[in-house]
């Protein structure tokens, strides 16, 4: 299909698509209509505006804020009620409750609906507002000679303010005050804050957990993962060294992450920190990661599982050591270096 024809294939879609909009269009009926088109001054009178339509068509009704137009006041707007014909057709509508306070003859132009990308119109109205008659019978109550003399202008009546009132007539600036009072108040704290280094706000602090029990999850959560059974022995041993050495760091303030496997052990060969069956435990389980990640030695099961022994067994064993030094600590309180 060449250029041509499809120029021509697009105007045919949509000509076909709005002669199809219009027919829709020309179904939907509207109406505008006023429950009286004579009122006196003040009065009031509802403007009801109904949309005939499909039923699976959706019309915008118009929009209104406090006025129809100058001169004719929206007092109340009804919600958009609906109204079913028949299986196929509904009658939309909404009710609006006007006034006016001219007494002139005010005419409403036609209103705007919307329909997709379509605009549609009701018939313009006319609204005729009169001046307010004094019927007969209440004119001749009126004392008429009173009507020329001139009387002494009353004074003002002089009636305290309630506190209520005070209230209604200054709460915007009542709260301004406020909000810029306390914005002051944050600013200061903030810039004292700040000069001391302190947080503006100081969240409480989470109690850290001990370093076995962290270790412990962690070789639980390992052990459940179940590596070297899925044959992934270089990661398997990779996490259970990971953890061994963030347990070490944190127990006994050894920089494990920059350190060898050889230089782990070489801080603990001499130390009496802990025991020789603790030392041979760690030293076997470093010993076969590191064959496993740099020697390409595949270990066998048993293996395997003695390095994740071990790696528990030197935990556990290291448990004990650091309860003995926090007992010495709240009893010694001026002791507070731990030997590591």
Known sequence: MDFK?????????LIGFFT????????????????????EIGDQVWLTLSAEQPKNEKVIFPLFKDKIIDGVDLLEAS?????????QKIIVSQRLLITAFDDSIFKLPPFV??????????????????????????YAKIDTSQMLKIFDVKEPIDTPWTFKEFLQLYYPYILILLGVSLIIILVVIYIKRRNKNRPFIKLP???????YIIALRALDDLKAKKLWQAEKEILYYTELTDILR???EDRFSIHTFERTSH??????????????NLYMALKQTLTFSDLTKFAKYKPLPDENDLSMKN???????TIVAEKIQVDEELNNPEKVSFEK
């Open 5 to 13: 024809h499809r120029i021509n294939l697009v105007f045919t879609l």
């Open 20 to 39: 199809f909009q219009n027919s829709i269009a020309q179904e939907i009926k509207l109406k505008a209509k006023l429950d009286s088109i004579a009122i």
């Open 79 to 87: 919600k958009i009620d609906t109204q079913i014909l028949n299986n």
């Open 113 to 138: 609906f919307r329909h997709k990308l379509d605009t549609l119109y009701t018939d313009s109205l006319l609204l005729m507002v009169n001046k307010v008659r004094i019927d007969s019978t209440e």
């Open 205 to 211: 602090e989470k109690p850290k957990e001990p370093a």
């Open 246 to 248: 963030a347990y070490i």
């Open 263 to 276: 230089e782990i052990l070489e801080s603990f060969k001499h130390s009496e920190n802990i025991e020789q």
């Open 311 to 317: 790696a528990y067994q030197f935990v556990q064993g």
